[in-house]
DNA sequence: GCCCAGCCATACCCTGGAGGTATCATGGAG
DNA sequence: CTCCATGATACCTCCAGGGTATGGCTGGGC
């Protein structure tokens, strides 16, 4: 599949006629028939219902259009944004994170770094694994993760241990209470990330593993809130580190679990032997003044 | 540019030698150092520098490779899911929703509808205009925006009116006070959403504007969530409806405006002179409880 | 009920571009 | 200084994208 595919395939799913499509598109009907078809064969599955007065789309076509659409503008975004990165002559300092560190010191650390003139600060929401990745290939700079990851290019730096929370809709057998595994593991979860993997989801669930025990994973969200949100739906439950339970929302509570021992590690990461430069230097200050609070109970 | 040039140009980002690449991607080494020189005058802008033992990533390649990662991997994530969606049978129900409104009644809806058999709910994050669309398609059978459009197919039924607040970094001299647009303006704006447009940003655009004030736009988000991150992290501050402060943060406090006209609608829209099926009769009459329940302040 | 127009699908054709090989230039390692 | 690895360019082949021609089907209009 090309993004060719993807533009023939909007226009036509807009116009729901081929002829017409094909006129927008510049290009004669025939061509543009045969690539839809192609397209339909590569996805395995029809996306249009022919009639003799135009195209239906079907479910599955619908579902398809959102998402195409979602590729092509995030391709134009893309170049755009590039484009405007090419013409920018400011110094770059980059900081990876998983979003479950983007409730806690981490606006700390980057209202600090703003102040910094000359330099542009970029933030990228990636996995630990994609932070090792970003960091080797000079993406970012500092990475904020969940995962212990071996690399000899990366050093790894755990700044604390967070006990992981349970997420529970308002009104849930197990509201009020400090719940084991087992007792989790009888309820519908929600995980998150969804993609990509490795993450924190795979964390939760070798923990379930471990103890033996299966868990029943109703849905799968990438984004915090959207798991949060589903969870306030009634969809199931979650597990968060404790710093999340801080955005308070309707229709959840959070309970402690009863093996304290389960936490998930704040992990900074940089690149391996490499001589820190001025604002890696103001980074590192800033954090070590974050990491003795929270130490201390400054800044819980 | 295709999808095969962010392939090629991926590979060739993770080997920094064409070489190997080439060997990777099975093709030989000019052609694929041709397609890499063709991307790089589409984008407009040099990717990589070249030198006598591989290739280096520049900065703006560096940002193009995050991109083109995740946009390669929306794509097969499409693919996925398209494939598995034509193989479900269950009946589709969709609704679509900005986000600003999945804070409040939106889940106890989700909730409600979820209970009923047969049913894949869909939920899918949308601009009002994009749900217009998605109504018109069939894509969703419910949306939930914020801006009138007016539209002979689609039936807008303001549920009500939300006044707006000013989120601000915690320490900001506004802090505590209820301040007039005019003096928000002085003060450097997180908008958001981003894209597509019009959005609620344009709303809040086209306020400032009917007041003949000007704002300094410090940055867009698309998410809330990064909005909140960024005037948690000091870049800025931001306008949200009222139900977003029931999601506390750190680093954020909430002040209500002096000027209570300024409001945002919740509004919900259906396809129009449709007989409504079973399951929209029961969102109807769920979405008309809540309703009254916010009416009446048992659910504020 | 018939006819015609609009629409999509298929057959056949052409050519531009993707990918091949051959080769050159450059620079770093030994 | 030499050799080798690497990227770039020149030239070539062939296939796939896009063209025209045409057929079949269906629904709307008369």
Redesign the pocket.
């Given at each position: 599949m090309?993004l060719?595919h993807l533009r023939?395939f909007c226009v036509?799913a807009e116009?729901?006629?081929?002829?017409?499509?094909?006129e927008r598109l510049?290009?004669?009907?025939?061509?543009?028939?045969?690539?839809?078809?192609?397209l339909e064969r590569e996805v395995g599955a029809d996306l249009?219902e022919?009639?003799?007065?135009?195209?239906r789309l079907t479910a599955t076509g619908q579902f398809f259009q959102q998402h195409a659409l979602q590729i092509l503008e995030k391709v134009d975004a893309t170049l755009d944004a590039t484009r405007r990165m090419a013409r920018s002559k400011r110094m770059m300092f980059g900081i990876g994170f998983v979003p479950s560190v983007f409730y806690g010191q981490l606006p700390l650390l980057v209202r600090g770094l703003r102040q910094k003139d000359n330099v542009e600060l970029t933030l990228a929401e990636l996995t630990t694994v994609q932070q090792i990745q970003a960091l080797k290939a000079g993406r970012i700079d500092l990475g904020f993760g969940r995962l212990r990851i071996d690399d000899p290019d990366v050093a790894q730096e755990i700044l604390f241990d967070e006990p992981l929370m349970a997420a529970l809709p308002a009104g849930h057998p197990l509201e009020g209470t400090t719940p084991t595994l087992e007792e989790l593991a009888a309820y519908p979860l929600v995980l998150f990330p969804a993609k990509p993997r490795p993450s924190l989801a795979d964390t939760i669930l070798g923990m379930f593993r471990r103890h033996g025990l299966k868990v029943n994973v109703m849905q799968e969200a990438n984004e915090l809130q959207t798991a949060l949100g589903l969870v306030a739906s009634d969809i199931g439950i979650t597990l968060v580190p404790e710093q999340v339970k801080r955005v308070q929302r309707d229709g959840i509570v959070y309970v402690y679990l009863a093996d304290k021992s389960i936490t998930s590690p704040v992990i900074c990461s940089r690149r391996k032997g490499e001589v820190p430069s001025s604002i890696m230097q103001e980074a590192n200050a800033i954090l070590e003044v974050l990491v003795e609070n929270r130490r201390s109970g400054r800044y819980p």
């Open positions: 090309e060719r023939y036509v116009e729901l006629n081929l002829t017409c499509a094909a510049h290009m004669s009907q025939p061509p543009l028939s045969r690539q839809i078809k192609q249009f022919r009639g003799p007065r135009g195209l």
